[in-house]
């Protein structure tokens, strides 16, 4: 009913349209016929899955997604390995260290273990962080870079050194 009401109510009002006074168009100056292009440009600009922010998140969320949603999914497996890798380690580590505390004999080396392994439940906890952040630093770069129609080329240079170039088809 009231989308009834709102829709008499708008063709009521679209009425009073016909007594407004459209301004006729000023001439211009007459404008030369512009020639055909002969080179046709492709479109270089395509937009991503995702924007690059969007993917930014996601990697920075779960390792990994924002380059798999972007088409890298090789990339985003090596960040979904370390980040299972990194907990793991951590949790054998956490283990461990329980182990080490249970078995405690108050003796200095096995103070020495514990503060050990402290250290590198500490040690895989940043290695975890880190795979968080560089993968969303990369999921962003990889959603700005998205259509860039370039491959890297690495030869072997005539005097024994290495040539790299970028080639770029259109």
């Known amino acids: 009913m009231r989308a009834?009401?709102?829709?008499?109510?708008?063709?009521?009002?679209?009425?009073?349209?016909?007594?407004?006074?459209?301004?006729?168009?000023?001439?211009?100056?007459?404008?030369?016929?512009?020639?055909?292009?002969?080179?046709?440009?492709?479109?270089?600009?395509?937009?991503?899955?995702?924007?690059?922010?969007?993917?930014?998140?996601r990697s920075l969320l779960i390792p990994g997604w924002g380059q798999s949603?972007?088409?890298?999914?090789?990339?985003?497996?090596?960040?979904?390995?370390?980040?299972?890798?990194?907990?793991?380690?951590?949790?054998?580590?956490?283990?461990?260290?329980?182990?080490?505390e249970r078995i405690d004999d108050g003796s200095p080396e096995m103070a020495e273990k514990i503060?050990?392994?402290k250290q590198e439940i500490e040690d895989w906890a940043f290695l975890l962080i880190f795979n968080h952040l560089i993968s969303a630093a990369e999921a962003f770069v990889s959603g700005i870079l998205w259509d860039f129609p370039a491959d890297l080329d690495v030869q072997a240079a005539p005097n024994g050194g290495v040539q790299a170039g970028v080639s770029i088809e259109f």
Request: charged content about 15%; hydrophobic content about 45%.
């Open 4 to 57: 009834l009401i709102l829709a008499c109510g708008l063709l009521l009002a679209g009425g009073g349209a016909n007594a407004q006074v459209i301004p006729e168009r000023q001439p211009t100056r007459q404008q030369q016929p512009q020639p055909a292009d002969t080179i046709k440009v492709p479109q270089f600009r395509t937009e991503p899955p995702v924007s690059p922010v969007g993917a930014m998140w």
């Open 69 to 100: 949603v972007l088409g890298r999914r090789v990339t985003g497996a090596v960040f979904i390995v370390w980040e299972g890798l990194t907990l793991t380690m951590i949790v054998k580590s956490a283990n461990q260290l329980d182990y080490f």
């Open 115 to 117: 503060d050990g392994k």
